[in-house]
């Protein structure tokens, strides 16, 4: 069978030339030869690397480079135990078990890319980036709870995503992924007690003292359920009166393993779980997973799919942003708001509606395309809403930027500069807010954003304020687009004639019989993807979100990792609050505007 | 006869009145809210929604009584009723109108600043017993709120005072038949109703409960009636400062055409309702912020407003 499984077949991308400057500072810069470039993927260029090379690489990447790669993007593993199908030259890639992908980002470059260190089963072990990124802090963390490997010199290597109590790691290939596939589940009073001794709070196990010279602290449990921590989040604080001296997040309510059941929905059913990653994004989220896939398996994308796609994005990115304009306010004390901003987001919500079914879940994107055409009328409703849209926008101005009130409790709050946004992975409107001017659309424009006139808003501040600033600013520049879509939107197919999309062509399948077993393996097994490795980023409505896929030739994937930007931003979270009230936390907490099921997954 | 049924008439009707619109405020207050936030508020139950507080009385009233292990029983039982108790004192000495009214004390803006002082231990001692650290922080933000505010709230009065040589509440009505006291002390009646949101914990100045930090603050572990009556406290000490800004302010029942009671109805419902429009408005200050602004610019205004008063009190002499 295994002479039917394709390879991938991507067409290189604009970017192989910032790859390849990339590999030719590199080869001329660093000195070592402590590297081995994967052939394949090569507008994400690939680098092996040995665990005792590991670290001076990325010291070298992150600092000496010219142009240098200035952000940890993303930090994951890869069971590599039952792959088959290890890309191009497989032979000469190194023998691995689990491998570490480690991501990297350079502003100046516009560039990703990708180094990976290999493990073998009997010693899972690497050293930690956390002095090199203090944000990788999280990400080992993850790893491992979720792999098992340990990180040698992490300062508080702990489960992260599931409970203390769990056995096994979960994103092994062993793990069971289903509760139907082990005994039914029981609850002991011997396993009881052990659950709720796991419960106890000791500030000792979270790096916090319980007093100081002066003073004894309080601990406050802020979390899991408080009307301003936005979902399931928890923040331990300790405090001195009012005065925050340490605030330690804690993650993992809301984990839900999107990752491992990526591992076992076929390609297209696997869309509809996306859609929930971030929860307010919508079909914001179908697109990285989608643009991956299509990617790997080389499908061309026609142009009306294209713009109905950046349409609703745009129009998911106003709805959200509007929810956290509202509950912005509303954290501040401003209790109406949030009712009118309800207002907005329903008329969006019935254009979202009118044109998929769906609602704040449309699962509406498809490999090649979207689900259905545009229906008949449907620029009028949208013609409606961008001429009604700027008038509230003021009126909110008014109500919530120009409040007095509201900027004395937002400005100089949760200050960060460029330099510590990078460092710790913050990316999007929060990235925008510190005067750095990158926009992924800009920067790598992805489904035709090239194409569109529009402009990234920037403000200097770093805080609390700001952040929201230009948050109201996309607003204005989601609309601009939007009415580009509308007064542009290019005629013919909504979906590729590719014949891995989903649902397949049908036309044929009652002429000849070839058509017609594939239509119909298509439909109940889902289409087989080529073998490969791809990575998609996105301008997420919170930041960059990206969907690494790697697939081994099957009808699912054999590996999903969702890069959210929420994980990486709530990590920054004690640095910015400490010294503060709590008040100005609750403040930092909306501005950052997270969503938990985009932190756990 | 009436020498025993009028005042008794009085005594209860106040009671009864006072007690009936703070429920029903509960409901004027979401229909408010709900019609400047576009949406309905309670229509559900009765003619626009009226027996809400009806629904809302039968639920605190069958919610089980359910007080914490860890509280301090004595004390988190009685927290509550001292709010109840002091603002409805409060009331027996507003003049409603000239033949209504509980008692006429010589010292009645004395008598309503002590009760509304007391009040303050309800929050106090509802957030201590709880033993609950965010009841705890709520407890603490309304000990340091009341000190802060209840300076200048007595000073700011005191203008009022001075010019009607009384602290008689009914003497202060009549002394303003010539023009309301709102004009030549405005900023006596902007201090006053500042002081009087903070004192009754409304947003903007609602930080002993500040839903959005603390949950709900002192009032956390409390439900059922418990609960039900640091409510309906809240809504009487909105209605006693508004009828108090009334009387000192806005002429109490003086007015044209219309009786004496109607006026003091219409003016205090006035002020109720822009009690509920800047709840519906602002966002809340931060707790550092909310005292810098007492010590350093209402405390000063108000003695400003004293000084002022008084200086021109003794030059017309």
Known sequence: ?601 | MSAVWIPLANIFGILIAAVLLAALLTWGERRLLGFWQDRPGPNRVGPFGLLQVVADMIKLFFKEDFVPRFADIPVFVLAPTVVMATMLLGFAVIPVAPQIGVIDLNVGLLFFLAMSSIAVYSVMLGGYASNNKYALLGGLRAGAQTVSYEVFMGLSLMGVVMMSGSFNLREIVQAQTEGWFIIPQFVGFLVFFIAGIAESHRLPFDLPEAEHELTAGFHTEYSGMKFGMFFVGEYLSVILISSLITTLFLGGWLGPWLPPVVWFCLKTSFLVMLFILMRAALPRPRYDQLMQFGWKVMLPLALANLLLTGGILLWNQ
């Open chain 1, 1 to 601: 069978m295994s002479s039917a499984i394709a390879t991938s077949v991507y067409r290189p991308t604009a970017y192989r030339a910032a790859a390849e400057a990339f590999i030719g500072d590199l080869r001329r810069e660093y000195a070592h030869e402590h590297y081995w470039l994967q052939p394949d993927c090569l507008d994400m260029p690939t680098l092996w690397t040995g665990q005792r090379e590991l670290l001076p690489l990325l010291r070298f990447l992150k600092s000496s480079l010219s142009q240098p790669f200035a952000m940890l993007y993303d930090l994951t593993a890869i069971d590599e135990r039952l792959r088959t199908n290890r890309g191009e030259r497989e032979a000469s890639q190194p023998e691995s078990d689990f491998t570490l992908v480690y991501q990297l980002l350079s502003v100046e470059r516009d560039l990703f890319i990708r180094i990976k260190v290999a493990l073998p089963e009997s010693r899972l072990s690497a050293p930690s980036a956390t002095p090199i990124w203090a944000c990788a802090n999280w990400y080992e963390r993850e790893i491992w709870d979720l792999f098992g490997i340990e990180f040698c010199g992490h300062p508080h290597l702990r489960r992260i995503m599931m409970p203390e109590t769990w056995a096994g790691h979960p994103l092994r290939k062993e793990h069971h992924a289903r509760a139907t596939e082990v005994d039914p589940f029981s609850l002991s009073a011997d396993k009881q007690r052990k659950e709720q001794e796991a419960l106890l709070f000791k500030p000792e196990e979270w790096g916090m003292a319980r007093a100081s010279d002066s003073a004894e602290f309080m601990f406050l449990n802020l979390g899991p359920n408080h009307p301003s921590v936005h979902g399931v989040f928890r923040v331990a604080l300790q405090l001195d009166g009012e005065q925050i001296i340490d605030a330690v997040p804690d993650i993992g309510y809301h984990h839900r393993g999107a990752e491992k059941m990526a591992e076992r929905q076929a390609w297209h059913s696997y869309i509809p779980y996306t859609d929930r990653i971030d929860y307010l994004g919508g079909v914001m989220n179908n697109l990285p997973y989608v643009l991956a896939l299509e990617q790997l398996a080389g499908i061309e994308v026609p142009a009306r799919a294209q713009t109905i796609r950046v349409m609703m994005c745009e129009l998911f990115r106003i709805s959200s942003h509007l929810v956290f304009y509202g509950t912005f306010a509303q954290d501040v004390g401003q209790m109406s708001p949030v009712f009118y901003m309800f207002v907005d987001r329903e008329k969006l919500f019935g254009i979202v509606e009118a044109i998929t079914g769906g609602r704040m879940h449309p699962a509406w994107f498809r490999i090649g395309g979207v689900a259905q055409d545009l229906p008949r009328g449907w620029d009028t409703m949208i013609r409606e809403f961008l001429d009604y849209m700027p008038a509230r926008l003021r009126e909110y101005e008014g109500m919530v930027l120009k409040n007095k009130l509201l900027q004395r409790r937002t400005r100089g709050i949760g200050v960060y500069d460029t330099a510590e946004a990078l460092d710790w992975g913050i990316t999007g409107p929060g990235l925008r807010a510190t005067g750095l001017e990158w926009d992924l659309r800009k920067r790598r424009p992805y489904s035709g954003y090239d194409q569109f006139d529009f402009d990234i808003p920037v403000y200097d501040g770093g805080d609390c304020f700001d952040r929201c600033r230009v948050r109201v600013e996309e607003i204005h520049q989601s609309l601009r687009i939007i009415r580009q879509c509308v007064d542009n939107m290019p005629g013919g197919p909504y979906k590729s004639d590719h014949p891995l999309t989903t649902p397949p062509r049908k036309e044929r399948t009652m002429q000849d019989i070839e058509t017609l077993i594939q239509h119909f393996v298509n439909n109940s097994w889902g289409p087989v993807m080529p073998a490969g490795e791809t990575c998609f980023p996105v301008e997420a409505t919170k930041g960059l979100n990206s969907y690494q896929i790697i697939s081994d030739g099957g009808t699912t994937a054999y590996r999903t990792r969702i890069r959210t930007p929420s994980f990486a931003h709530l990590q920054m979270i004690p640095l910015m609050s400490r010294g503060l009230l709590v008040a100005d936390l609750i403040a930092i907490l909306a501005s950052i505007d997270f969503v938990m099921a985009d932190v756990d997954r």
